[in-house]
């Protein structure tokens, strides 16, 4: 068996472990393990600890330096060419440009902090 065979042996060995260990199942030395029982309700929080209120201001600040760049360098002028194409091709159809223009332009820009909590909407791409 030449080098190339025997990487190829290797390989293949290796794709079948990994994908065993990846596929969920029953293994033939284990018994099915029946679901745990739904766990207590976890206590309500206090309306603002002071802890959370900052974890999420840094969680706001740190989501909108990815967020503002990639939606004012990618999807406003993306979807304001498509806006301008969709002019073209429909022979001036306003309906259709203006919508893919709202939906590219409009919306959220800032991550705040009630949206990393989940008391405020964020109005991503796309939104109405």
């Given at each position: ?84 194409g969709s002019l073209v091709v429909t022979g001036g159809d306003t309906a259709t ?19 990393v909590r989940g008391q405020e909407e964020f109005q991503g791409s796309g939104a109405r």
């Open positions: 068996m030449g080098r190339s065979d025997m990487l190829r042996v290797v390989t293949i060995a290796l794709l079948i472990l990994s994908v065993r260990l990846v596929t969920p199942g029953t293994g033939w030395a284990q018994q099915a393990i029946p679901p745990a029982p739904p766990a207590a309700p976890a206590p309500a929080p206090a309306d603002n600890p002071p802890r959370l209120t900052a974890m999420a201001a840094v969680a706001g600040v740190v989501g909108s330096f990815f967020y503002i760049p990639f939606k004012v360098g990618a999807i406003c002028p993306a979807l304001t060419l498509a806006s301008g440009a203006g919508y893919l223009l709202r939906a590219g332009c409009a919306g959220t820009y800032f991550i705040t902090p009630g949206m």
